[in-house]
């Protein structure tokens, strides 16, 4: 059961991470303030970081990464340039942004706690993508 609830953390962090970083990377070249580009551009390093890492593990496992659905991908972008071409302004990419965070914390406790069996390894590296992404919040704020 472990190495089980193991491999399906390690897959949902490994879908959510692509997902953030395919977010960052469509927000970031739109963002004017250079405040809110840092924070973007450390935030999509450290998912990257964990993202090699999750990635590794799952090797480690015999199993293969998925890239996220070509319809959830579609739909992320839709909604970030519906929301950005209402009011086109850096406060409105932070907001998305925070959301998108928000999100994403609620995501990976919802999964830590579905697979509470997994090794300690991967509910690390959750617990790093929850920190990741509750830092990129409290420095948006200052956006709000």
Not at 51 to 76: C, D, Q, R
Not at 89 to 96: G, R, V
Request: aromatic share 6%; with cysteine.
């Amino acid at each position: 059961m472990q190495e089980r609830d193991t491999i399906n953390l390690l897959k949902e962090c490994n879908s959510g991470l692509k997902m953030a970083v395919n977010s960052i990377n469509d927000i970031i070249e739109k963002v004017r303030s250079r405040q809110i580009h840092a924070i973007l551009e450390q935030s999509l390093h450290k998912h990257e970081k964990i993202g090699n890492e999750v990635h590794s593990l799952l090797n480690a496992y015999n199993e293969t990464t998925e890239k996220p659905g070509k319809i959830a991908k579609a739909m992320s972008r839709l909604m970030v340039n519906m929301k950005f071409i209402k009011t086109p302004t850096d406060y409105k990419l932070a907001e998305i942004m925070y959301d998108g965070c928000n999100m994403g914390i609620r995501s990976i406790y919802h999964y830590k706690n579905m697979y509470s069996d997994a090794s300690g390894e991967a509910k690390s590296l959750a617990s790093q993508i929850i920190e990741n992404e509750k830092y990129c919040m409290t420095e948006l704020q200052k956006y709000l």
